[in-house]
C-alpha cells in the first residue's frame, strides 16, 4: 500500500512510527489517532491495501489480525474481505473434551473478540470501501515489546532471506545468525520475526532445492552404480510433462536372493513415509535363516493395476523371467488384478497380519483372533478344513 489512503477525495498521511503527530497543518494522521467514522471514509484501490492498513492499524494498537473470509465473484474478482483480532471467536469444544487426549490441551487463545475490520468492492470506481469496521476489543493489548512476535506481524523481509542464506550457506548456525542480526537491529524486539521463523524459512528452502533437484540426484545415483555394476538393474518412465513417474531398482545382491528364495515373493506397499507420501513398494521374502531378504524396490506416483503391473514386468525382466510360485499381498484390488495379469500361473495369497487385522476389525466374538490364529497356522488343508468348521459353528 502506497504511504496514504483516499479519505473524501484528500490524502490522510498514514504514519505508524511512535513520533507526536505533526502540527503544520496538513491533513495528517497516526493510526492510532484515526476514529471510527474516518476509517469508514476510507477506500483502497486493491483488498491487499486494507490488509496492509488494518495490519499496521494492528501493529500500533497492540494486537494481531487474522483473515476471516473472502468472496470472489465468478470472474474470480474479490467482492469482500474480512479480517479479524486473532483472539475472535472461541476454540471448538471437541478439541477441549477429547477423552483419548495424551498431553493437556494449550492455553487458550480465543476469547470471543468482537474487533473486525472488512472492505467490499465497488464497482462503478473499482475502488475498496470499507464497510465494516469495529475498533473495540474485550482484552488487554500488547505493550511495544511484545508485538514485533506476534502472528501477523512477523515477517522475514527479501533483504533478510537473502543475508541469512548467504550466512547459512558458509555453516553459520541458526542461532547465531539471529544473534547477528539482533545484535544489527538494536535487539530481538526490534527484528521482526522469530528465530523459529528462520528456521522455517530453510526448511521451506531446502524443500524447494530438493523438490527441483531430486529426480535428477537419484536418476545420476542409480546410473553411477549401473556403470560400476553391471548387473545393478533400474529402469524409470516419466509423464506427459517429462516428470518422473515410476521407477524401479535392484541391485546384484537381490538378484542372488531372488534365485536362491524367490519362490514366495510378499508384494507390499504399505510405506508412505517420504517426503511426497508417494508409495514406495518393497519386493521381499525371508531366507533360509528367517531374515528379510530384499528383491527389489519401486517408487510410484499413484497406486493403480497400470503403475502395479508396470513393476512387475520390470521384476521379471530384472530376474530373468524366473516367476514365483507364490505372491503375498494385503487386499489391494489393484494389486490383485495386476498380479492376475502378469503372473497368471501363481498362487496369490493374503498376507496373514492383513487377515488378523481384518478379523480384529470386522468380528467382535472374544476369543475368536486365537481361534483364527491356530486355524491359519495349520499344516495341511484337511486340518484346517475341521477347524474351521469348528469355529464357523462357534
Not at 493510526?31 to 496492509?52: I, K, N, P, R
Not at 555394476?229 to 506427459?240: A, H, I, R, S, T
Not at 497406486?303 to 512387475?312: G, I, N, P, Q
Not at 476369543?367 to 490364529?373: A, K, R, T, W, Y
Request: aromatic letters at 10%; proline letters at 2%; charged letters at 25%.
Amino acid at each position: 500500500m502506497d504511504d496514504n489512503v483516499q479519505r473524501n477525495g484528500k490524502n490522510v498521511v498514514i504514519d505508524i512510527c511512535d513520533d507526536s503527530s505533526n502540527d503544520d497543518g496538513n491533513d495528517e494522521k497516526r493510526l492510532d489517532e484515526l476514529t471510527e467514522e474516518e476509517v469508514y471514509q476510507m477506500t483502497f484501490d486493491m483488498h491487499e491495501d486494507g490488509e496492509t492498513f488494518y495490519n499496521a492499524y494492528a501493529k500500533v494498537n497492540g494486537f494481531s489480525i487474522r483473515n476471516y473470509n473472502m468472496h470472489k465473484d465468478n470472474a474470480g474478482i474479490v467482492k469482500s474481505r474480512k479480517w479479524v483480532c486473532s483472539k475472535e471467536g472461541y476454540r471448538d469444544t471437541k478439541y477441549l473434551e477429547r477423552e483419548d487426549r495424551i498431553r493437556g490441551p494449550q492455553a487458550l487463545t480465543r476469547v470471543g473478540c468482537p474487533a473486525v475490520f472488512s472492505v467490499t468492492l465497488e464497482r462503478h470506481s473499482g475502488k475498496y470501501l470499507v464497510n465494516n469496521f469495529v475498533s473495540i476489543h474485550n482484552h488487554s493489548m500488547i505493550g511495544p515489546h511484545g508485538v514485533p512476535f506476534l502472528c501477523s506481524h512477523r515477517k522475514v523481509s527479501s533483504s533478510d532471506k537473502a543475508s541469512a542464506n548467504t550466512m547459512h550457506k558458509v555453516g553459520i548456525k541458526t542461532s547465531h545468525i539471529m544473534d547477528f542480526v539482533a545484535e544489527q537491529s538494536g535487539g530481538y524486539e526490534s527484528i521482526g520475526y522469530t528465530q523459529k521463523d528462520l528456521y522455517n524459512h530453510f526448511t521451506a528452502q531446502r524443500n524447494i532445492e530438493v523438490a527441483d533437484g531430486d529426480a535428477e540426484g537419484a536418476l545420476a545415483y542409480l546410473c553411477a552404480k549401473a556403470e560400476n555394476d553391471p548387473l545393478f538393474y533400474y529402469k524409470y518412465d516419466v509423464d506427459e510433462q517429462n516428470r518422473l513417474n515410476n521407477l524401479f531398482w535392484r541391485d546384484v545382491t537381490c538378484r542372488t536372493d531372488y534365485m536362491c528364495f524367490g519362490d514366495v515373493l510378499i508384494f507390499d506397499s504399505t510405506y508412505r513415509t517420504n517426503a511426497y507420501r508417494k508409495p514406495l513398494v518393497i519386493l521381499v521374502e525371508v531366507n533360509n535363516h528367517f531374515q528379510t531378504a530384499i528383491f527389489g524396490c519401486a517408487l510410484l506416483t499413484v497406486e493403480t493395476v497400470e503403475t502395479y503391473t508396470w513393476v512387475l514386468e520390470r521384476f521379471l525382466d530384472s530376474m530373468d523371467h524366473k516367476k514365483p510360485v507364490s505372491v503375498m499381498t494385503n487386499e489391494d484390488k489393484a494389486m490383485r488384478r495386476a498380479i492376475k495379469t502378469v503372473l497368471p500361473d501363481v498362487n496369490h495369497r493374503l498376507c496373514k497380519w492383513h487377515l488378523k487385522k481384518n478379523a480384529v476389525s470386522n468380528v467382535h466374538v472374544p476369543g475368536f483372533l486365537i481361534d483364527f490364529e491356530k486355524c491359519m497356522s495349520m499344516s495341511t488343508e484337511e486340518e484346517f478344513e475341521v477347524a474351521w468348521k469348528n469355529l464357523s459353528d462357534d
